[in-house]
């Protein structure tokens, strides 16, 4: 498994995660993006999914403007 995690505060809300991976990415009520299904740490605040495979979320990762979107072993 691979972990998907977005550090959810820093999100400028381009939409670029969405435009790309829409399969993975929504748009949030706060104009953030944010994995569908995903959920929020407690303690860092930040959103996290775990996924059998990255598919799209490389894309998306490599290109958040703000680099934001981590994806762990
Ligand atoms: Fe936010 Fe980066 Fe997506 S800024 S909207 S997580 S591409």
Known sequence: MKKIVQKYSECIGCGTCVALCPNFWEMGEE??????????????????????????????????????ISLRD
């Open 31 to 68: 104009g953030k993006a944010r994995p569908k299904k995903g959920k929020k740490n407690p303690e860092t605040g930040d959103y996290e999914l775990e996924v059998k495979k990255v598919e799209c979320n490389k894309e998306a990762a490599d290109a958040c403007p703000v680099q934001i």
